[in-house]
């Protein structure tokens, strides 16, 4: 139901439209497929200036960040045929209003999983988390990402010196998600 709360232990496994390309919670049991993405991602994750903190971690950071409960928050792996190749995630900002990241291996790129795991998730908030707005950040540069989320329907909200802040209202699909 629409705008109520979320428990990560119920979060369903999520399809997206791409065959094998699903988004699952991400949890400490992943942390060494986590740290390991992580590791062969970190001049990928660097690249434009975004995601320096995570590209520094070592493997207990990485594993610390995964035990701490990101709720209301959802962060999501992105899974290809079972391999973790990327996170997702929705931040409970100022409910119903959201921020938005996701990142991909760099060897994920290219083959539209980005949009697919995003799309999946922006629906699955819109419709359970009654999400009326989310709002992402794109360091200047890095024009892939701001592909994604044109393809989404975001729309520039404001540009600022280092990066452009994304908006898209949303409006619940009936799409329906077990409870």
């Known amino acids: 139901m629409a705008g109520s709360h979320h428990d990560k232990h119920v979060f369903p496994e999520l399809k997206t439209n791409v065959s094998g390309l699903t988004l699952c919670v991400l949890t400490a049991e992943q942390a060494d497929e986590y740290y390991a993405l992580i590791d062969r991602n970190r001049a990928h994750l660097t690249q ?15 594993h610390a960040e995964l035990l701490n409960d990101p709720s209301p928050s959802l962060r999501c792996g992105v899974l290809l045929h079972s391999a973790l190749v990327g996170r997702v995630d929705l931040v409970a900002v100022n409910p119903p209003k959201y921020g ?51 393809r989404l329907g975001f729309k520039v909200a404001e540009v600022f010196e280092t990066y452009t802040r994304y908006h898209r209202a949303l409006v619940a699909s009936p799409c329906a998600y077990p409870a």
């Open 48 to 62: 434009h200036g975004d995601y320096q903190a995570l590209a520094a971690s070592d493997y207990k950071r990485a």
């Open 100 to 150: 938005f990241g996701y990142w991909l291996d760099h060897e994920a790129t290219g083959h539209g999983y980005a949009t697919a795991a995003c799309r999946a998730l922006i629906e699955y908030g819109a419709t359970m988390l009654g999400a009326t707005d989310v709002f992402a950040g794109v360091t200047h540069g890095n024009g892939k990402s701001s592909a994604v989320l044109i």
